[in-house]
């Protein structure tokens, strides 16, 4: 009897300690209380922070790890900070928060949007002396002065301030750099010329049909302002080939010979004038009432066009441009 009560004791001491350790070992999964933003729409390549706070019932040491749709994170303990990809949209960030047993999971969406650049308001001036002579200023107050001419041509003979002079050939009727007061950067050379933050590619051209056997090279000259394109062709002889406008790239204000015999001629003009497809075109090189040079007056030029405009004065300011290609005429006073 008394060997009977020792066993069943022993069974219920087993059962005890079993049941104890049974209970021992269960595990709970740690709890994700908070997961948030910062915030949710934030703008593109914007950092934020993340905020988890988790607790585990054992009092376990808690991990955590995040899984992301895009973007890239930064961790530090419990806090994270993610810094949102380059390409609007929205994003999924995961987060996983382990006691190294078990392991719970949470999620937030964020919207990411492009950021919205200010539009920089344009005042460019484009202001016409004669021949192939112009002064374009910047709404940054950059001046460009192409072709400057001597005397004998019947204008008067520019004298204004310049921070840069192009000069195409050297012609006395392009290359009277005396002209720009002030201390400029004269460019008269093909290649690449940085002048004021300002980039100017010379390209190689012809003054003639001949291959420049005639009247020698020309620089056409293209370069980058108030994110416009500029391209003044100097006295360019012949259309353009495909090396050429190549070079050039796309053009959004062009300066263009349309009188002929020393230039191309009205038809060359328009033949260029649809290799090259700019929003705005400057004749210039034309006969007016106070030259005697053989050439032919814009108006040979001007025929079949439209979308021309006339100006009554020598200079213009340009805010925005056309939806398609638009002719302006200054008069040289």
């Not at 009277?176 to 002030?182: D, P």
């Not at 002048?195 to 009247?215: F, L, P, Q």
């Not at 050429?244 to 328009?270: C, E, H, R």
């Given at each position: 009897?008394k060997?009977?009560?020792?066993?069943?004791?022993?069974?219920?001491?087993?059962?005890?300690i079993?049941?104890?350790?049974?209970?021992?070992?269960?595990n709970t999964?740690?709890k994700?209380?908070?997961?948030?933003?910062?915030?949710?729409n934030?703008n593109?390549?914007?950092?934020?922070?993340?905020?988890?706070?988790?607790?585990?019932?054992?009092?376990?040491?808690?991990?955590?790890?995040?899984?992301?749709?895009?973007?890239?994170?930064?961790?530090?303990?419990?806090?994270?900070?993610?810094?949102?990809?380059?390409?609007?949209?929205?994003?999924?960030?995961?987060?996983?928060v382990?006691?190294?047993k078990?392991m719970a999971?949470?999620?937030i969406?964020?919207?990411?949007?492009?950021?919205?650049?200010?539009?920089?308001?344009i005042?460019?001036?484009?202001?016409?002396f004669?021949?192939?002579?112009f002064?374009?200023?910047?709404?940054?107050?950059?001046?460009?002065?192409?072709?400057?001419?001597?005397?004998?041509?019947?204008?008067?003979?520019p004298?204004v301030?310049?921070?840069?002079?192009?000069?195409?050939h050297s012609?006395?009727?392009?290359?009277?750099?005396?002209?720009?007061?002030?201390?400029?950067?004269?460019?008269?050379?093909?290649?690449?010329?940085?002048?004021?933050?300002?980039?100017?590619?010379?390209?190689?051209?012809?003054?003639?049909?001949?291959?420049?056997s005639?009247?020698?090279?020309?620089?056409?000259?293209?370069w980058?302002?108030?994110?416009l394109?500029?391209?003044?062709?100097?006295?360019?002889?012949?259309?353009?080939?495909?090396?050429?406008?190549?070079?050039?790239?796309?053009?959004?204000?062009?300066?263009?010979?349309?009188?002929?015999?020393?230039?191309i001629?009205?038809?060359?003009?328009?033949?260029?004038?649809?290799?090259?497809?700019?929003?705005i075109?400057?004749p210039?090189?034309?006969?007016?009432?106070?030259t005697?040079?053989?050439?032919?007056?814009?108006?040979?030029f001007?025929k079949?066009?439209?979308?021309?405009?006339?100006?009554?004065?020598?200079?213009?300011?340009?805010?925005?441009?056309?939806?398609?290609?638009?002719?302006?005429v200054?008069?040289?006073?």
């Amino acid at each position: 009897m008394k060997g009977h009560i020792i066993l069943v004791f022993g069974f219920i001491f087993i059962f005890i300690i079993g049941c104890g350790s049974e209970e021992n070992d269960v595990n709970t999964a740690p709890k994700i209380n908070v997961f948030q933003a910062e915030k949710t729409n934030v703008n593109v390549n914007e950092q934020i922070s993340l905020i988890v706070l988790a607790e585990d019932a054992e009092n376990d040491k808690l991990t955590y790890s995040y899984e992301l749709s895009g973007g890239t994170i930064i961790l530090d303990d419990n806090r994270a900070t993610w810094i949102a990809p380059s390409i609007p949209g929205e994003y999924e960030v995961i987060v996983r928060v382990s006691d190294g047993k078990l392991m719970a999971q949470s999620s937030i969406k964020i919207t990411v949007s492009a950021v919205e650049q200010p539009t920089k308001k344009i005042e460019l001036k484009v202001q016409w002396f004669g021949q192939a002579c112009f002064l374009i200023t910047s709404t940054d107050k950059i001046r460009i002065l192409t072709d400057p001419f001597g005397s004998g041509l019947g204008y008067t003979v520019p004298s204004v301030e310049a921070d840069i002079v192009t000069v195409s050939h050297s012609h006395s009727d392009h290359n009277n750099v005396s002209a720009a007061k002030g201390s400029p950067q004269i460019i008269r050379t093909i290649g690449q010329h940085s002048v004021n933050g300002i980039n100017i590619i010379g390209i190689e051209s012809d003054h003639d049909d001949a291959g420049g056997s005639k009247r020698g090279k020309n620089i056409i000259f293209v370069w980058d302002m108030d994110g416009l394109r500029f391209a003044h062709l100097g006295d360019l002889g012949t259309t353009l080939t495909d090396d050429q406008l190549k070079s050039m790239g796309k053009v959004d204000i062009l300066f263009i010979p349309v009188g002929g015999y020393y230039t191309i001629d009205a038809n060359q003009a328009t033949k260029v004038i649809e290799q090259l497809s700019p929003k705005i075109v400057f004749p210039m090189h034309y006969q007016t009432d106070v030259t005697n040079l053989p050439i032919s007056g814009v108006d040979d030029f001007l025929k079949g066009k439209d979308n021309v405009e006339k100006i009554n004065g020598n200079i213009i300011t340009i805010n925005v441009l056309p939806e398609k290609t638009k002719i302006i005429v200054l008069n040289y006073k």
